[in-house]
């Protein structure tokens, strides 16, 4: 009887992204587009779809699934959590003092609803820890995540990142939202089930 070998050979170098990371992106994704159509949004902030070029809204939900598939099968992530704002994160992580900061616990766990997009946001940066915990070249491709950002989020604890994502409402965005082509352009090859198109987006950015 034979076997089929599925150990790595010796030598190979294992990919940056693996599958488990890329499955839990493309959800992550999936569920951003459906946060992008939901409409509802904070009352201090605007709803993720109004910072995009007009009438996207429209033409992501009229997406089929195949579509929604081929959009958000990219390996980084189709919304912004600012980590290229080096001094916000170094603020808001508190890098260097004690694991609870003195904060009782009822201000860590508080209690209440929360919206749509801080639900999402608050999954999004357990999601961006767990990356750059476990490999941080990783979290460089699917967040952009400077090094400075990186240690700081590595060593903040868990319901800080909740707490943070309370305390700036704004922090959750679309990635690249000024670009003028990039989300039409991205919209548009998915809706056709355009690969190359698809692909061609992502040398762009």
């Not at 959800?27 to 109004?50: K, M």
């Not at 699917?142 to 060593?155: E, R, S, T």
């Amino acid at each position: 009887m034979s076997h089929e070998c599925t150990d790595p050979l010796p030598g190979a170098i294992a990919p940056v992204l693996s599958a488990a990371v890329l499955a839990h992106l493309q959800q992550l994704n999936l569920d951003y587009l459906d946060l992008l159509v939901a409409g509802g949004s904070p009352p201090d902030c605007p709803a993720q779809i109004q910072q995009l070029p007009a009438r996207l809204g429209k033409a992501i939900a009229a997406l089929p699934a195949s579509g929604r598939r081929l959009l958000t099968s990219l390996p980084y992530t189709l919304y912004s959590l600012g980590f290229e704002d080096a001094g916000f994160w170094r603020s808001a992580c508190h890098a260097g003092r004690p694991t609870t900061d003195g904060v009782p616990i009822e201000q860590r766990y508080p209690v209440g609803t929360a919206s749509l997009q801080r639900s999402f946001c608050e999954v999004a940066l357990m999601h961006a820890w767990h990356v750059a915990v476990s490999n941080r070249l990783a979290a460089r491709v699917i967040y952009a995540m400077p090094d400075a950002v990186l240690a700081g989020i590595v060593a903040t604890p868990l319901w800080r990142l909740r707490w943070i994502a309370a305390a700036h409402p704004t922090l959750l965005s679309p990635r690249w939202p000024t670009n003028p082509a990039f989300w039409p352009d991205l919209v548009r090859f998915a809706s056709s089930g355009d690969e190359i198109g698809r692909a061609s987006c992502r040398e762009r950015v």
